[in-house]
């Protein structure tokens, strides 16, 4: 790139002789790199200046300008290039890319190429997830991390989650791929980007293929969990089915989904929309009766934006029996938030579209959405849940001091105490049900006023 942007930095033979520059930003939003080259003077104070779109040698942007001859030609060239890479970096910001990478039983969704979350689909689980889920800057907070000790398991520190099945692993100068498992968790104590040095594994992982814990919004899911800790241990493990973000719910015709009581099978993922400001993917569940066979067939679409939020559209439709779904809290579209993130042990603000705050303020109550903060590693994130007003009736949250945040169409008995009664709902054969959501990920700067710009963004978005 810096050979291509020196020819560009060539004096034009043009009588009158001026001087090119090119300010380079790449792709990730590492740059500038400027390279450019001048004449002493240029007459006049004649100062023209253009776009040059036409030029893009790989992934790079660059900004071309003419500059007549000037005594201030260096300081004025130094300053629109900082001006325009600036604005360069702030329209790569704010559009970003979603990218979308298939694996076997995995998708994995990245944002300007930053690990946002990845979709499990294996069979070796109980229903499909997405886990984890990060806020953005996650490699450059991991830098700061890794100058200083982890500290105790279950602390953040200089962790990462490996998220790709294909995760690559670079061993004395040669990329190998299958030494490092999908969830793996590893220590990263030295950071040279894009490569991030693993000890344990003598060798260096791509920041493309992990997600920093100091930067995730999801519980690490522990397949085999310590027994007898303090509530308040960093390793402290209840509800081993919160898993990620999921969708199920108990009381499905007396089959608990919530509890993984009853599997839901993934059919098929569709990929529709690859890359662009936005992406989207297809998947098709199979929600299994107690003989194994279809109870509920489940069409979700999901499109993911590059502000990092989620939006769900699913469809639950009867497959040969009518299909009831109870009263019940214990549904529908939630998150497991991590450990130092539970109101109960120091996170929160907790709130809602109407100003409640507290969990015990916002559970079992309607709202447009409900936002919840807390620290994360030296971070603090906020993770909003959004109800879409397009869904059949009005969803209540299930939102705990301990970290579980859900919503659900469902359980207005339950979530009243009684006061309201049992409003069950039944699917024959062939019929169906729609439900919206959305869930948004951000650094919390202070107040939820972000979490309503998210809300109008989501309701903006394409389906």
Not at 225 to 247: Q, R, T, V
Not at 326 to 338: A, Q, S, V, Y
Not at 402 to 418: C, R
Not at 425 to 445: A, C, F, I
């Amino acid at each position: 790139m810096e050979q291509e942007a020196s020819k560009e930095s060539k004096m034009s033979d043009r009588e009158g002789s001026h001087a090119w520059g090119a300010a380079i930003v790449d792709d990730a939003g590492r740059g500038p790199t400027v390279a450019a080259t001048f004449d002493q003077a240029f007459p006049s104070g004649l100062l023209e200046w253009r776009w040059d779109f036409s030029k893009l040698i790989g992934s790079s942007s660059y900004a071309v300008f003419n500059l007549w001859r000037h005594p201030m030609a260096r300081p004025i060239f130094s300053l629109l290039c900082g001006l325009v890479a600036g604005t360069m970096l702030l329209s790569q910001a704010n559009a970003g890319e979603v990218t979308l990478e298939q694996g076997p039983n995995s998708v994995v969704i990245r944002i300007d190429g930053e690990v946002f979350t990845t979709l499990h689909t294996s069979k070796e689980w109980k229903k499909p997830f997405f886990y984890p889920v990060t806020a953005a800057g996650g490699i450059e907070q991991l830098a700061k991390d890794v100058k200083e000790p982890s500290g105790e398991a279950g602390l953040p520190g200089s962790r990462v989650l490996i998220c790709s099945e294909t995760a690559v692993l670079l061993v004395e100068g040669k990329e190998q791929v299958g030494l490092l498992a999908l969830d793996e968790e590893v220590e990263v104590r030295e950071v040279k980007r894009p490569w991030l040095y693993v000890p344990e594994k003598k060798g260096w992982v791509h920041e493309r293929d992990v997600a920093p814990l100091g930067s995730t919004v999801t519980r690490v899911i522990q397949k085999t969990p310590m027994g007898g800790l303090d509530k308040n241990a960093p390793l402290y493990y209840d509800h081993p089915h919160h898993k990620g973000i999921w969708f199920t719910i108990d009381e499905v015709n007396d089959v608990r989904f919530w509890a993984e009581k009853g599997i839901i099978r993934n059919e098929s993922v569709k990929i529709n929309e690859p890359k662009g400001e936005s992406a989207s993917l297809t998947l098709v569940n199979h929600w299994l009766d107690k003989d194994d066979s279809p109870l509920l067939k489940e069409t979700t679409h999901v499109r993911i934006l590059a502000d990092r939020t989620l939006a769900y559209d699913f469809e639950l439709t009867a497959v040969s029996k009518p299909v009831t779904f109870n009263d019940t809290k214990e549904g529908f579209f939630g998150i497991r938030l991590p450990n130092s993130m539970r109101e109960n042990s120091g996170g929160g603000p907790v709130v809602n579209a109407e100003g409640l705050q507290t969990t015990a303020n916002c559970w079992g109550k309607p709202s447009l959405w409900v936002d919840y903060a807390g620290p994360v590693g030296k971070r603090k994130l906020a993770v909003t849940i959004f109800d879409h007003p397009d869904a059949f009736k009005k969803s209540r949250y299930h939102v705990r001091d301990y970290g579980l945040f859900s919503v659900s169409p469902f359980g207005d008995k339950a979530y009243t105490n009684g006061v309201e009664p049992e409003a069950p709902l039944t699917l024959e054969p062939g019929k169906s049900v729609n439900l919206r959501y959305g869930l948004h990920v951000r650094e919390y700067t202070g107040n939820a006023d972000a979490a309503g710009a998210a809300y109008k963004k989501y309701l903006a978005s394409p389906r």
